[in-house]
């Protein structure tokens, strides 16, 4: 069982360029959220979902989109890289049903904007 | 949002006991408190969630007070290994889920 999956692991961006973070779950999960963490500092939520075709924003939202397709995908965009965003960004997945809501985080991203 | 405070940082030393407390005043009366560490730049892990009751597994024990405002994470036996972020934060019928800064417990010789 994979769990939750982030592709990919590594990245460096130009300042301006786009990318794509990936993020699937083979878990059934209806939530999906999306943290960065900036180092030595806790985890801030950028958007989040709760089912398909509902997503809603968290925390640090500004300078990102989501969208929410499918149950599995969570694919968390990137517009006009800043150096701000340089940042490890972690994709995790959890059942809405107590007592059983436990989040499953991926390995994360490591995005680096130069 | 599940609204939290912990320490930033603990000492433990390795054999010892560590406990790491977390405030969660504003916990409704059906949300579960859920304790995660980090290691490094891993994934946040899951190590317990409780209710009302003190729980127990493999990786700690959770006493939570019986107001229900605070808990305590207890890791019986701390090694190395141990050494790591924790976050403790509460979930219920709020889909939001925000942590706090978590607290670096280090795990000395």
């Known amino acids: 069982n994979a769990g939750v999956t982030q592709t990919p692991k590594f990245r460096i961006l130009k300042i301006g360029q786009s990318m794509t973070l990936q993020c699937t779950q083979d878990?059934?999960?209806?939530?999906m959220y999306w943290y960065r963490q900036d180092p030595g500092m806790g985890l801030k939520l950028i958007y989040y979902s709760v089912g398909a075709g509902i997503t809603d924003k968290g925390e640090v939202p500004n300078g990102y989109n989501v969208s929410r397709s499918t149950t599995e995908d969570f694919p968390l965009r990137l517009e006009l890289a800043a150096p701000s965003q340089t940042s490890v960004y972690f994709c995790a997945s959890r059942s809405p049903t107590a007592p059983n809501e436990k989040l499953f985080f991926g390995s994360g991203t490591q995005l680096s904007v130069l | 949002d599940a609204k939290t405070t912990q320490p930033p940082s603990m000492d433990c030393a390795e054999g010892r006991a560590a406990n790491l407390p977390c405030n969660h005043s504003t916990i409704s009366g059906n949300e579960y408190v859920y304790w995660y560490r980090q290691i490094h730049s891993q994934g946040p892990q899951y190590i317990i969630h409780?209710?009302?009751n003190n729980e127990t597994n493999e990786m700690a024990s959770l006493i939570i007070t019986e107001d229900r405002k605070s808990s305590t994470l207890i890791l019986p036996h701390a090694t190395l290994r141990d050494t790591a972020v924790y976050y403790c934060t509460y979930t219920g019928t709020a889909s939001k889920l925000t942590f706090g800064t978590g607290t670096r417990l280090q795990v000395t010789l």
């Open positions: 409780g209710l009302k």
């Open positions: 878990m059934n999960h209806n939530y």
